[in-house]
């Protein structure tokens, strides 16, 4: 057997794990990674996007109200670093990690993110406060899928 054999095995069997999870996932997938050892498997879908929905002409402008909401690609958020299930707290019936409100820093764990029965933790790449929870607690998420919405600190805040 030459020494590439265990390699393709390893891949055969990362082949089998990702087609496995891709299964058992709900909603479109994104992009798989799975690693055993030097052996990495990636794959990337291009989903095609939606047309968005054609606006609605409204009944009576004068009784509905207005609200423009700051859009999540306008704020920095904590983004899932995989496709699993995201998890507010180390625990169940724990405290999450945080709340609106709560200032983190950089590094600072404010969720777990579970896939094929591994805890991902996901930390906050930058400092900030947390204003919105995107994600309910035990919902599926996809990668890069904004997790925490934080608002930039001020010299205040720091």
């Given at each position: 057997?030459?020494g ?67 859009p999540v ?5 904590v ?45 906050a ?31 205040r805040?720091?």
């Open positions: 057997m030459s590439d054999g265990g390699a393709e095995e390893v891949l055969d069997g990362l082949s089998r794990h990702a087609r496995k999870l891709v299964a058992e996932l709900a909603g479109p997938v994104r992009r798989v990674r799975l690693r055993s050892g030097e052996t990495v498997l990636e794959v990337e879908w291009h989903h095609p996007v939606p047309p968005a929905p054609a606006p609605r002409a409204e009944a009576d402008p004068v009784t509905a109200p207005r609200v423009e909401p700051v690609a306008d704020r920095p958020a983004r899932s670093p995989v496709v699993g299930t995201f998890y507010r707290s180390p625990e169940p019936g724990a405290a999450p990690f945080v709340v609106v409100g709560d200032v983190v820093r950089p590094g600072q764990v404010v969720g777990i993110v579970e896939a094929m029965k591994l805890m991902n933790e996901v930390a790449g930058q400092a900030g406060r947390v204003v919105e929870v995107l994600v309910e607690d035990g919902k599926p998420v996809e990668y890069d899928q904004p997790l925490i919405a934080l608002e930039p600190l001020t010299g805040d720091a």
